[in-house]
């Protein structure tokens, strides 16, 4: 059974920083693609960030230079580096994995991805 675990959300203050964190496990063959979304209540949800076997990374216009996606395959880890936090960057952040190779221009879009964790909710105050 594919599990995807994430951690590290929490409350921050605007200009602050946090690491999100995605387990994952159950998985009999490697992953293509890996990503971070989030969404806000009312929202849709929006692709953030998104790196491939290679290290190949995408990043949504809002998030660049300022969020970092990276996996430690050793680890089964996933991470999101959050700088320079936002209160519009507040939202629930699920991370997923997608098994196989889509598109450059589709990585941020949810239809690439096969399983989803069950999502850590960051809040920045302003």
């Known amino acids: 059974q594919v599990q995807l675990v994430e951690s590290g959300g929490g409350s921050v203050q605007s200009g602050g920083s946090l690491r999100l964190s995605c387990v994952f496990s159950?998985?009999?063959?490697?992953?293509?693609?890996m990503g971070w979304f989030r969404q806000d209540p009312g929202k849709e949800r929006e692709g953030v960030a998104a790196?491939?076997?290679?290290?190949?990374?995408n990043y949504a216009d809002s998030v660049k230079g300022r969020f970092t996606i990276s996996q430690d395959n050793a680890k089964n880890t996933l991470y999101l580096q959050m700088n320079v936090l936002k209160p519009e960057d507040t939202a629930m952040y699920y991370c997923?994995?997608?098994?196989?190779?889509?598109?450059?221009?589709?990585?941020?879009?949810?239809?690439?991805?096969?399983?989803w964790g069950q999502g850590t909710q960051v809040t920045v105050s302003s």
């Open positions: 159950g998985y009999t063959y490697r992953h293509y693609l």
């Open positions: 790196i491939d076997s290679a290290g190949r990374t």
């Open positions: 997923a994995a997608g098994l196989s190779p889509v598109s450059w221009w589709s990585r941020l879009l949810q239809a690439a991805y096969n399983y």
